[in-house]
């Protein structure tokens, strides 16, 4: 099992330019999760999606922020466009929910730069 | 809402001896799940330990196990024969177990420094 993969692990990116990170869930799991981490605001949920459906998108803070899952094995997370205030680290997280107290599974992250 | 309070920003211990990290929840459920995140500086989140809320018995993995107080809505974790591999942020977590609980809400972690 090659875990969650995300990519990239580090972007730099100037503000206003489109920004794209990428996930890979663990096959089987049936549930996806995208999360961001701040030093100020620690772990925020964004969106999740349950069986490539997304279920809430209540924490994706701005417009400019959006997701998509296309099949059970690709997701993406969006911003476009970016501003230095989304700098922070993207982790995406999948799960079999529904199964017992299965837990997440997380990618190494993304560490976003917008200058 | 469900809620998780990590009161301790920071802890140390010394190698070799034990810590505990104090978590509290806030919930109307009965059933639900938590468990214990570790983050070490490469930023990978880890899973430590995991506990059903209908399970009496705390959870045990290796050094790591939990005082899980449902009344009190208390999930500590205690970690024995501290290592300095155990540097880390670590992260209560609660996932309801109702159909559709898919939202794991986490606290803001406690940072544990191991000293040598």
């Avoid at chain 1, 922070?88 to 299965?102: K, N, P």
């Avoid at chain 2, 995991?50 to 018995?57: D, L, N, S, V």
Wanted: proline share 5%.
């Amino acid at each position: 099992d090659a875990g969650v993969i995300q990519s990239p692990r580090h972007e730099v990116t100037e503000m206003g330019q489109e920004v794209t990170l990428r996930c890979k869930p663990i096959s089987g799991h049936n549930s996806l999760f995208w999360y961001r981490q701040t030093m100020m605001r620690g772990l925020e949920l964004l969106i999740y999606f349950n069986n490539n459906v997304p279920i809430d998108d209540s924490g994706m803070p701005e417009d400019r922020f959006s997701a998509k899952m296309p099949n059970a094995s690709f997701s993406t997370l969006k911003i476009q466009p970016s501003e230095p205030r989304d700098s922070a680290v993207y982790f995406c997280a999948s799960s079999l929910i529904g199964q017992g107290g299965s837990p997440l599974h997380f990618g190494n992250g993304t560490r976003l730069t917008v200058t | 809402a469900q809620t998780v309070t990590q009161s301790q920003p920071e802890m140390s211990v010394q190698e070799a001896e034990t810590v505990t990290l104090s978590c509290t929840y806030d919930t109307s459920e009965s059933d639900y799940y938590l468990f214990w995140y570790k983050q070490p500086p490469s930023r990978q989140m880890i899973l430590v330990i995991r506990q059903e809320a209908y399970k009496q018995q705390n959870a045990t993995e290796n050094r790591f196990s939990v005082n899980f107080q449902k009344a009190a809505k208390s999930f500590s974790l205690k970690i024995s024969d501290s290592q300095l591999g155990d540097a880390a942020m670590y992260f209560c977590a609660y996932r309801s177990a109702s159909a559709g609980g898919f939202k794991t809400i986490f606290g803001a972690g406690t940072r544990l420094f191991v000293k040598a």
